[in-house]
């Protein structure tokens, strides 16, 4: 089980982004249990055509590849942590609006 206090700090670094790869290492002052973080520590790859699916680097520059953590799929997995209510969420489209539709709702669920 993750505390309420780990999970609202994960809340603060993610926020409503549904776009981010993370590095891994912003999620290791956590101490997150290792069976958590190796669910969500993968190398994203860019799509070679669709601007919506390429990964920029510093400077704009298009990055073949990248091992990090996807914010939104850590923000699907901490609502299946804590059973929080994902209706909301389901029904969205974007990204963004699914990142706030389930931050919003992973922090009623820790009472935050």
């Known amino acids: 089980m993750i505390s309420s206090e780990t999970i609202s700090g994960i809340l ?6 549904g776009h981010t790869i993370y590095a891994v290492e912003a999620f290791e002052k956590f101490g997150l249990p290792n069976e958590f973080m190796d669910r969500y520590i993968i190398v994203h790859k860019s799509h070679e055509t669709n601007p919506k699916h390429m990964i920029f680097g510093d ?9 990090g953590v996807y914010g ?3 923000l699907w997995g901490l609502a299946g942590e804590v059973d929080a209510d994902i209706a909301a969420a389901s029904v969205k489209m974007g990204r963004g609006g699914q990142a706030r539709a389930l931050t919003s709702s992973i922090r009623r669920a820790i009472g935050g």
């Open 72 to 74: 939104l799929d850590m």
């Open 59 to 67: 400077g704009g520059k298009i990055i073949n590849e990248l091992s």
């Open 12 to 17: 603060d670094i993610i926020g409503d982004d």
